[in-house]
């Protein structure tokens, strides 16, 4: 029971991008890899591949980079910087990228709840500055997000995980909207510290929609033997 429902939300997910039109559709690819250096220290890594639509040519490929901090069991802060290259047209031939630098920082707040239920709500700040393509001048953005999530423990092997993360941006000194990630997630832990995910988001963006297939893979090395997989 407990892997049929991780399952499903996989085979969910397969089923929807396979049935969206090229353009409303992409697949995403990441990789999770946090070093613990002590109970309260970690060093941040995450590095990513989009797809252009429900192709093998990239979108978007990025890494992000930084520290983060174990205030309690509860709290943690995180801060760093981030490398981004985006196709930088619409044309699915272009094969023109646009670079992009982040400065970015986070705070997460975690609850546990009753039936093996987790809260988690992040909410994260990050600074922009795009460098100028052929099509677009080099600009700054401050960007602001919150991703709230509920993760519920099925087995010693499998989560299930329902989370929404809404994006703003800030243009013109006010507060614009950008996009809104609806997704759910399943999670098989191999171990205490390599875990695979599989999950589908729907994207609203401001003038379209997005069905996504996401393929996460996390391993969290440690320098002094601590196994926690709840920091980010």
Do not use: C
Request: glycine share 6%; aromatic share 14%.
């Amino acid at each position: 029971m407990h892997r049929t429902t991780g399952l499903l939300i996989i085979l969910l997910g397969i089923g929807i991008v396979a049935k969206a039109q090229p353009k409303g559709a992409s697949f995403w690819l990441s990789a999770q890899l946090p070093v613990d250096f002590s109970p309260r220290w970690q060093w941040h890594n995450d590095l990513a591949y989009k797809s252009n639509g429900v192709t093998l040519r990239t979108y978007q490929r990025w890494y992000r980079t930084g520290l983060r901090y174990r205030i309690s069991e509860k709290v943690n802060v995180a801060g760093g910087i981030g490398f981004l290259a985006t196709q930088a047209s619409s044309n699915s031939k272009d094969d023109e990228f646009g670079r992009e630098f982040r400065v970015w920082q986070e705070m997460i707040y975690q609850q546990p709840m009753k039936n093996d239920w987790q809260f988690q709500d992040r909410v994260r700040v990050e600074e922009r500055f795009l460098k100028a393509t052929s099509t677009k001048p080099s600009s700054r953005i401050l960007q602001l997000s919150d991703r709230v999530s509920f993760t519920k423990n099925l087995s010693k092997r499998w989560d299930m995980q329902f989370a929404d993360e809404f994006f703003e941006q800030v243009i013109d000194r006010k507060f614009v909207f950008s996009q809104n990630r609806a997704m759910g997630v399943g999670i098989y832990k191999i171990n205490k510290k390599f875990q695979v995910q599989g999950a589908y988001l729907w994207v609203v963006r401001k003038t379209f929609t997005q069905h996504i297939l996401q393929v996460t893979i996390r391993k969290l090395f440690s320098a002094y033997g601590r196994h926690d997989q709840g920091s980010e």
